[in-house]
């Protein structure tokens, strides 16, 4: 048996200057997609590191397995959570659905104008794939811009959207 979610999650970006002004407990905040620390002028702003991407994955993987989306299982509100590592929690999420699915495949899209992400997709696809016990053929980003246009275009923040495949043990 195969079965198929999807995700899709959004964060804000701010200036690692304000971040740390609006946020002195987490000064250092870093950019962070899929595990892998990506230079930039920004950082994106979150309860947890921000990981859009990451948070993309793991609503796709709770989505196919059928269980409640990233919130109900990692709460905003909760300090357990506050600047965790997102790869803790897709860990976290493996762990969860394991116990009845395997991982077959993840297909990802980032919408960012910046930074420029295809020089780091390679490291990034190879931490996914380690965090989640599959080979690195098994995980896949892409990299979009929105030409200019909406809160992406503007700078404003990072969307990311992904698909995962599961199936039976």
């Not at 702003?45 to 609503?59: K, M, Q, R």
Request: hydrophobic share 40%.
């Amino acid at each position: 048996m195969l079965r198929i979610g999807q995700g899709y999650d959004v964060h804000r970006l701010m200036t690692k200057v304000e971040f740390d002004e609006k946020y002195p407990d987490r000064s250092g905040h870093k950019f962070i997609l899929a595990g892998v620390e990506i230079p930039s002028e920004k950082v994106l702003v979150g309860h947890s590191d921000a990981d859009v991407l990451t948070h993309a994955i793991c609503d796709a993987l709770l989505g196919a397995a059928g269980f409640k989306d990233i919130g109900n299982q990692f709460p905003d509100n909760d300090p357990e959570f506050k600047g965790i590592e997102s790869q803790i929690l897709l860990k976290r999420v493996l762990d969860l659905i394991s116990k009845k699915w395997k991982v077959e495949n993840i297909d990802s899209v980032v919408m960012a104008e910046k930074p420029k992400l295809a020089p780091h997709i390679e490291s990034m696809k190879a931490k996914l794939a380690e965090t989640l016990g599959i080979e690195i053929d098994q995980v896949n980003i892409k990299a979009t811009t929105t030409e200019k246009l909406g809160f992406v275009g503007r700078e404003e923040g990072i969307a990311a959207s992904a698909v995962a495949l599961i199936s039976r043990i």
